[in-house]
Nanobody, 113 residues
Framework: QVQLVESGGGLVQTGGSLRLSCIAS????????MGWYRRAPDNGTDFLAM???????TYSDRVKGRATISRDNTQNAVILQMKKLTVADSSVYLC???????WGPGTQVTVSS
């Protein structure tokens, strides 16, 4: 089992940037596929970015060019950095451990106009 906790959310101005962390416990995730998502208006989840065990990254079109997913293996964590934020980026951001289908509780990001 793996437990995930996201942090780094808050209030950001339009055009600003953010750095979110997802720290895992219960399992070493350095070789695991990890993803970042955010809550969609219909209460589903929208895929944002993914990093494989080999470090291969994948991004959705909604964040491509604005987002970077990376690992911090010293903290057993996955990082999401985003820039050029707009109001449409306001949401709860969640990380996911794909092998166990485990989710963190999420961190709220609010972008002010």
């Amino acid at each position: 089992q793996v437990q995930l906790v996201e942090s780094g959310g808050g209030l950001v101005q339009t055009g600003g940037s953010l750095r979110l962390s997802c720290i895992a416990s219960g399992r070493n995730i350095s070789d695991d596929v990890m993803g970042w998502y955010r809550r969609a208006p219909d209460n589903g989840t929208d895929f944002l970015a993914m990093i494989s065990g080999f470090g291969i990254t994948t991004y959705s079109d909604r964040v491509k060019g604005r987002a970077t997913i990376s690992r911090d293996n010293t903290q057993n964590a996955v990082i999401l950095q985003m820039k050029k934020l707009t109001v449409a980026d306001s949401s709860v951001y969640l990380c996911k451990h794909l092998y166990t289908q485990s989710w963190g509780p999420g961190t709220q990001v609010t972008v002010s106009s």
